[in-house]
Nanobody, 119 residues
Framework: QVQLVESGGGLVQAGGSLRLSCVATGSFFSINHMGWYRQAPGKQRELVARVTSGGSTNYADPVTGRFTISRDNAKNTVYLQMNSLKPEDTAVYYC?????????????WGQGTQVTVSS
């Protein structure tokens, strides 16, 4: 079973940068997609960015050009570099992993890390 552990959240001023990390631990075969979602107060959880095992990426429109997702398959780790942060980026950020069919194709979630951008 996989566990996802996030780190790197915090408080930053508008225009600043943060880097989130998420490492997958436990017993599993492999991970397909890894990604980041976020949920602001009173809003639904939304996709921020996703990367496949082959390195293909996609981003939500509001973060395109400012955020960069990357992945280290050897370390089972995904990163989210967030630049030019805006107050509307304030949310709890969740790491997500879509497990391979050998692991039942399950969706795994981290516990979330708070990102707060002050104006």
């Amino acid at each position: 079973q996989v566990q996802l552990v996030e780190s790197g959240g915090g408080l930053v001023q508008a225009g600043g940068s943060l880097r989130l990390s998420c490492v997958a631990t436990g017993s599993f075969f492999s991970i397909n997609h890894m990604g980041w979602y976020r949920q602001a107060p009173g809003k639904q959880r939304e996709l921020v960015a996703r990367v496949t095992s082959g390195g293909s990426t996609n981003y939500a429109d509001p973060v395109t050009g400012r955020f960069t997702i990357s992945r280290d398959n050897a370390k089972n780790t995904v990163y989210l570099q967030m630049n030019s942060l805006k107050p509307e980026d304030t949310a709890v950020y969740y790491c997500n992993a879509l497990m391979s069919w050998l692991d039942g194709g399950k969706n795994a979630w981290g516990q979330g890390t708070q990102v707060t951008v002050s104006s």
